[in-house]
């Protein structure tokens, strides 16, 4: 069956410009969750849907980024003014549900995003 | 704030062994701890989740314990294959939902 989708898988930019990261979940998924992986560190966890609803947005690395979820589907997220250091890999992922017991993350193949 | 460490950062066999990842954590207040695996290129794949009045989890040639009170958690991977080259990540989610990943541990299962 089809699993979570991201575009693009690839994306270069220049600093200063804004980009739209979409994730595409498992149809039926309540729950969608944003990562990103800069080189040589770990996965840092940035923000969750459940639903439409993302009730915690702590983790985003600055007011640059902002996430959005529609028809508690399709999810974008978006850097503004980009930087050298927003430069990572982009991972989304998605479960049934947000608690248990069906809490699995099923995750995407990642956008590479480089800004220059 | 809750810090997660790996340990070893990279582990290298031969096809056939019996290998443990180790995994540690600072805050014992968590939700769930899940392992998952990391190729390169791919996205990651949930591997075991275990809740945090679990003790373990198994699937396969995988099982996974856990003891919340010591902060620990391992990965233990019965009859290595090099198809389980990859790397290996421990993260610790809080009621929060918040994730925490340890760094990996990078693993190669020599033929």
């Known amino acids: 069956g089809a699993g979570v989708s991201q575009s693009p898988s690839n994306k270069v930019t220049e600093k200063g410009k804004d980009v739209e990261l979409r994730c595409d979940p498992i149809?039926?998924?309540?729950?969608l969750y944003w990562y990103r992986q800069r080189l040589g560190q770990g996965l840092e966890f940035l923000i969750y849907f459940q639903g439409n609803s993302a009730p915690d947005k702590s983790g985003l690395p600055s007011d640059r980024f902002s996430a959005e979820r529609t028809g508690e589907s399709v999810s974008t997220l978006t850097i503004q003014r980009t930087q050298q250091e927003d430069s990572a890999v982009y991972l989304c992922a998605s479960s049934l549900t947000l608690g248990p017991p069906r809490e699995t993350q099923y995750f995407g193949p990642g956008t590479r995003l480089l800004v220059l | 704030k809750q810090e997660v460490t790996q340990i070893p950062a990279a582990l290298s066999v031969p096809e056939g062994e019996n290998l443990v990842l180790n995994c540690s954590f600072t805050d014992s207040a968590i939700y769930n701890l899940q392992w998952f695996r990391q190729d390169p290129g791919k996205g990651l794949t949930s591997l075991l989740l275990?809740?945090?009045?679990?003790r373990e989890q198994t699937s396969g040639r995988l099982n996974a314990s856990l003891d919340k009170s010591s902060g620990r958690s391992t990965l233990y991977i019965a009859a290595s294959q090099p198809g389980d080259s990859a790397t290996y990540l421990c993260?610790?989610?809080?009621?929060?939902?918040?994730?925490?990943f340890g760094p990996g541990t990078r693993l190669s299962v020599l033929p």
């Open positions: 275990i809740q945090s009045s679990q």
């Open positions: 993260a610790v989610v809080n009621y929060g939902q918040n994730f925490v």
């Open positions: 149809s039926g998924h309540t729950a």
